[in-house]
C-alpha cells in the first residue's frame, strides 16, 4: 500500500471517509470471505473484520484481516475483551502489527448469553477502555501493561466503538471522552437512524473538543426487510429504531422494502455529512456487502480511494498529522462551535512498573 | 465517612499484623457491603467514585462506564429484569454533583487482590485505585 492510502491518511487528509464491515465464516475457507471483499477493494477506506461478533464463533479476526489485505482492501481488526484475558490481548495485538494490520478496533463485546456458546465463560478480564489505554501504552511508550518493555513497537491506528443512543444519554458524550483519552484516534457507532439525537451527541462531542482528536465515523445501514427490521427492534441490544423509519418501511409493498430501506440509508448519510465533525460513515450491511458501492453512489460518495481526495467531511481538516500526534486541527471553527473547555493530556502509566 | 485518618490506618496496621482479626474483619466487610451494595470483593473498591453502585456487579464488570446494550429504559442487556448499574452510577452521581468522578481511567483490577479488604487496602495507602484525589483531574494514574 502506497502513502496517502488508507484509513489513515483519509482521517488525516479531512476527506469523508468510508468503511465497511464484513464478518468471518463460520467455517475454515477463505474463500467466502474474499467473495465479500471483493466489490468492496477499492471503493472503501478500510474493512472492519468483526471478532466473534453476537458471541458467534467465527474465523479469527486477525487471519480475516490478513485475508482481507490479500484481497486488496485494508483491514480494521476487530478485538473484544469477552474472549480474551489481558495476556491474551496484548500478544494479539503485537501479532496484528507484526502481519502488518494497520488499524485495530477495540471493543468491550456483546455477552456470550447472546451467542452460540451461552454456556462459555465471559473473560471481561479489562473494559474497552482500559484495553484502549493498553493498546496506546503499547505503541507510544513501547510497555506492556506490566510496565514490561516491548523490542519493538506496534504501529497500528486505534479505534473504539460507542452507542450514543443507549442511557444512560447524559453520559454518552463523556465516555467517548474517557475512550479518547485512554487512547481511541477514531470510532465507529452503532446504526444510526435518529439522526437529531445523533447531533445532538455530536454536538456534545464538539464542546468536549473530542473530533478534533477522536475522529467520528457514523454507523449506517440499509433496513432490507420487516423481518430484518423486526430483528434489529427486538434481538439487537442498544439499537434504537424511531417510529418514523418503522412507519415508512411498513408503508410500502413488501416488495418495496429494500428499495425504501436504502433509500432512508442514503437520505441519512446525506444528512450525517452536514453534522458538524462527522468524518465519515461505518457502513453495516451484513449480507450485503455487495450493495455496498451502490449505496456509496447514490448518497454521492463513489470516490476511487486510491489516494485521491474525496468530498470533505464537514469539519473541514488539512494537512497531514504529525507522527504519534493527534488528527491536524480544523482551519476554522467546527461549524461555528466554540473549542470547548481544554481536555487534558492523555494520561501517562504512572507506576505500572509497580507489579 | 471512611476517609483514612489516623485511628484507620492504626487500625489497618493493627490488622495486618494479626491474620485471625483480619480475617473477622474482612468477613464483616463482605457481609456489610454484601448486603448493601451486592460487593463480590474484588478488593478494589470503587464505590466511591460510582455512585456507590458496584462495577462488579455489572454482567461484564465495566469499571469505566456503560457498554452499548443498555436497554431504552435503561436495563441490562443480559438480565433485563436488573437496572444498568452505570444508569444507576450517573444517575446517582448527577443527584450529588459527583458527575466528574466518573470521568476518572479505572485502572483494570488486580485479581490477586479478590477476597481481600478493600478498606485495609485503602487505609494503608497500598490501593491508589481506590479513591482517586479529586484534584487530579479527570484521570487516574495507570494501571498497576
Not at chain 1, 94 to 102: F, H, K, N, R, Y
Request: with cysteine; glycine share 12%.
Amino acid at each position: 500500500m502506497s502513502v496517502g492510502v488508507g484509513l489513515r491518511a483519509r482521517l488525516a487528509s479531512g476527506a469523508f471517509a468510508v468503511t465497511a464491515e464484513i464478518g468471518p465464516p463460520r467455517g475454515a475457507d477463505p474463500e467466502a470471505l474474499r467473495r465479500k471483499v471483493a466489490p468492496l477493494a477499492g471503493c472503501v477506506d478500510a474493512v472492519n473484520i468483526t471478532d466473534n461478533a453476537g458471541a458467534h464463533v467465527r474465523m479469527a479476526s486477525w487471519a480475516g484481516s490478513l485475508v482481507v489485505a490479500q484481497a486488496g482492501a485494508e483491514p480494521v481488526m476487530q478485538l473484544t475483551c469477552r474472549d480474551r484475558n489481558r495476556l491474551a490481548l496484548q500478544s494479539d495485538l503485537l501479532a496484528a502489527s507484526a502481519v502488518g494490520i494497520p488499524n485495530v478496533l477495540l471493543m468491550t463485546g456483546d455477552h456470550p448469553k447472546f451467542g452460540d456458546h451461552p454456556d462459555a465463560k465471559p473473560v471481561f478480564d479489562l473494559d474497552s477502555v482500559q484495553l484502549l489505554w493498553a493498546a496506546r501504552m503499547m505503541r507510544d511508550e513501547g510497555r506492556l501493561l506490566s510496565g514490561r518493555a516491548l523490542s519493538t513497537r506496534p504501529a497500528w491506528l486505534i479505534g473504539a466503538v460507542e452507542n450514543p443512543f443507549a442511557p444512560p444519554a447524559g453520559f454518552r458524550a463523556a465516555r467517548l471522552a474517557k475512550k479518547a483519552d485512554a487512547g481511541a484516534e477514531f470510532v465507529q457507532t452503532q446504526f444510526v437512524f435518529d439522526v437529531p439525537a445523533f447531533a445532538r451527541w455530536m454536538a456534545e462531542l464538539s464542546d468536549l473538543g473530542i473530533p478534533e482528536r477522536c475522529r467520528i465515523l457514523a454507523g449506517v445501514g440499509p433496513v432490507r426487510s420487516l423481518r430484518a427490521l423486526d430483528h434489529m427492534r427486538t434481538s439487537v441490544p442498544g439499537l434504537h429504531i424511531p417510529g418514523e423509519v418503522d412507519r415508512r418501511l411498513r408503508a410500502v409493498p413488501a416488495d418495496q422494502v429494500a428499495a425504501e430501506g436504502l433509500r432512508i440509508c442514503t437520505e441519512i448519510i446525506e444528512r450525517l455529512r452536514e453534522i458538524p465533525g462527522v468524518s465519515g460513515v461505518h457502513i453495516m450491511a451484513p449480507g450485503y456487502e455487495h450493495g455496498i458501492p451502490g449505496i456509496l453512489d447514490r448518497a454521492g460518495l463513489a470516490v476511487p480511494r486510491d489516494g485521491e481526495p474525496g468530498p470533505q467531511a464537514s469539519g473541514g481538516f488539512r494537512g497531514a498529522a504529525p507522527p504519534g500526534q493527534h488528527w491536524p486541527q480544523a482551519s476554522g471553527a467546527q461549524g461555528g462551535r466554540p473549542a470547548g473547555p481544554a481536555r487534558p493530556a492523555a494520561p501517562t502509566l504512572g507506576s505500572a512498573g509497580a507489579h | 465517612m471512611l476517609a483514612p485518618n489516623a485511628a484507620y490506618r492504626g487500625l489497618a496496621g493493627a490488622l495486618a499484623r494479626a491474620p485471625a482479626a483480619l480475617r473477622v474483619f474482612t468477613a464483616a466487610e463482605k457481609a456489610t457491603k454484601g448486603a448493601a451494595f451486592g460487593c463480590r470483593m474484588c478488593g478494589q473498591c470503587t464505590l466511591p467514585v460510582t455512585g456507590y453502585a458496584c462495577p462488579e456487579t455489572c454482567p461484564k464488570q465495566l469499571r469505566n462506564g456503560p457498554c452499548g446494550g443498555v436497554g431504552a429504559d435503561g436495563s441490562c442487556e443480559v438480565f433485563p429484569d436488573l437496572r444498568c448499574v452505570w444508569v444507576i452510577a450517573c444517575e446517582r452521581a448527577e443527584r450529588e454533583g459527583q458527575a466528574a468522578d466518573l470521568l476518572v481511567l479505572q485502572r483494570p483490577v488486580d485479581h490477586r487482590r479478590s477476597g481481600q479488604s478493600a478498606w485495609v487496602s485503602y487505609w494503608r495507602g497500598d490501593d491508589e485505585t481506590l479513591l482517586p484525589p479529586p484534584q487530579a483531574g479527570n484521570v487516574a494514574e495507570g494501571p498497576r
